[in-house]
């Protein structure tokens, strides 16, 4: 299970979460544990290269993207090679949203198209969706054309 997607800017503000099967009491231990991580381990990293980590039996892919830091955490099926792919289909996402790596303004100013796709790559805690194409189409918020 994908137990949480966070975005935050690079001064450590939660953009976007998504929790699936966290109870609401643990949300902010796991909100300051990944903005501390990647705190410490993020500067200077390149856009879109992983680091992995794990925590309490959970398994937690980081990367940055322009001003935006992502992070997965999941657990079970969802080890590290899983969320590599699932994080790799969300910077896709936000580029081809924002047009580039965002900044933290770009980000926020397509922050209801972001939410939209997020939901089409995760739903409740699953990996939904993973080609691009596909993702594109459903965020239109047209009816298929294909059935």
């Known amino acids: 299970m994908l137990l949480a997607v966070l975005f935050a800017n690079s001064e450590g503000n939660i953009l976007v979460e998504r929790f699936n099967g966290v109870p609401a009491e643990e949300r902010l231990h796991w909100r300051s544990f990944l903005v501390k991580l990647g705190a410490e381990n993020l500067k200077g990293v390149k856009n879109e290269e992983l680091l992995v980590a794990c ?18 955490v999941g657990k079970d099926e969802y080890d ?9 289909v969300i910077t896709s996402a936000i580029k081809d949203v924002c047009g580039k790596p965002p900044t933290e ?12 796709v997020l939901d089409e790559i995760v739903w409740t ?10 993702i594109k189409r459903l965020v239109r918020l047209k009816p298929p054309t294909e059935f």
Do not use: M, Q
């Open 55 to 72: 925590h309490k039996s959970v398994y937690i892919v980081y990367t940055v993207l322009g001003d935006v830091s992502i992070y997965i």
């Open 125 to 134: 805690g699953l990996l939904e969706n993973i080609d691009k194409d596909r």
């Open 80 to 88: 590290e090679l899983a969320l590599s792919e699932a994080i790799f």
């Open 105 to 116: 303004r770009s980000f926020l100013d397509k922050y209801g198209k972001i939410c939209l």
